[in-house]
C-alpha cells in the first residue's frame, strides 16, 4: 500500500504564489511512474493540473496553467511538488495528489490518492 500526504495548501491573494508538496511512502517508486496533481473546484469535475514522472520526464500541463505552474518532483524523498504563480480566482479548489504506478500489484486498483490540500485564491 502506499500513503501519500500533501500539504502548502492555503489562502492567497490572486497573484500570488504557493507551493504544494506530495510525499509518498510504502513503496519504491521506479522510474516511469507517474506521480499528478489534480484538482476540483466545487461543483465541477475533478481535472488533471500536471503530471511528471518519478525520472522528472513525461511532464504535461493543462493548458490552463501552462507558463505559470512547475511540476518538480524530488527522488530521494519521492515527494512531488506543485510550485503554482500568479495564482487565479479560478485555481481555487481542493488540489489531489496522485500516484499511479507503471506496473500494478493486486490491490493497487487504478492508483493512490491523497487526502486533498485546499487552496483558495481570493479576488
Known amino acids: 500500500q502506499v500513503q501519500l500526504v500533501e500539504s502548502g495548501g492555503g489562502l492567497v491573494q490572486a497573484g500570488g504564489s504557493l507551493r504544494l508538496s506530495c510525499a509518498a511512502s510504502?513503496?519504491?517508486?521506479?522510474?516511469?511512474?507517474?506521480l499528478s496533481w489534480y484538482r476540483q473546484a466545487s461543483g465541477k469535475e475533478r481535472e488533471l493540473v500536471a503530471r511528471i514522472n518519478r525520472s522528472g520526464g513525461a511532464i504535461y500541463y493543462v493548458d490552463s496553467v501552462k507558463g505559470r505552474f512547475t511540476i518538480s518532483v524530488e527522488n530521494a524523498k519521492n515527494t512531488v511538488y506543485l510550485q503554482m504563480n500568479s495564482l487565479k480566482p479560478e485555481d481555487t479548489a481542493i488540489y489531489y495528489c496522485n500516484y499511479a504506478p507503471t506496473y500494478r500489484r493486486v490491490g493497487d486498483r487504478g492508483g493512490y490518492w491523497g487526502q486533498g490540500t485546499q487552496v483558495t485564491v481570493s479576488s
Open positions: 510504502g513503496r519504491t517508486l521506479i522510474t516511469t511512474d507517474l
